[in-house]
């Protein structure tokens, strides 16, 4: 059993900056890899980034890439996403998810475990 609990949402201007956190609990951290996810109003939830459990390999979503990085410390059980030069279609509830797999998961059904989210909200 894994325990996530996200931070760090909030409302931002087009072009600024958030740094989302994911505190993780419970079974080994480092053996799980970690995905974001995000849900807009009336949209389903959608793969943002993944980061496999040594940290050493990453993907991300097209519409992220060069704005967002996904990191992890496993010392601390923590991941990050930083993200950048926001835009308004941003906006969504963020969702961290751990996922004991063999690849790097880009689909819900890849994830295990899920925290209960933080809302980012993008103004133009």
């Known amino acids: 059993q894994v325990h996530l609990v996200e931070s760090g949402g909030g409302l931002v201007q087009a072009g600024g900056s958030l740094r989302l956190s994911c505190a993780a609990s419970?079974?080994?951290?480092?053996?799980?890899?970690m995905g974001w996810f995000r849900q807009a109003p009336g949209k389903e939830r959608e793969f943002v980034a993944v980061?496999?459990?040594?940290?050493?390999?990453?993907y991300y979503t097209d519409s992220v890439k060069g704005r967002f990085t996904m990191s992890r410390d496993n010392a601390k059980n923590l991941l990050y996403l930083q993200m950048n030069s926001l835009k308004p279609e941003d906006t969504a509830v963020y969702y961290c998810?751990?996922?004991?797999?063999?690849?790097?998961?880009?689909?819900?059904?890849?994830?295990?475990?899920w925290g209960q989210g933080t809302q980012v909200t993008v103004s133009s």
């Open positions: 998810a751990a996922g004991f797999r063999l690849v790097l998961g880009r689909t819900t059904s890849d994830y295990d475990y």
């Open positions: 419970g079974r080994t951290f480092s053996e799980y890899n």
């Open positions: 980061i496999m459990w040594s940290g050493n390999r990453l």
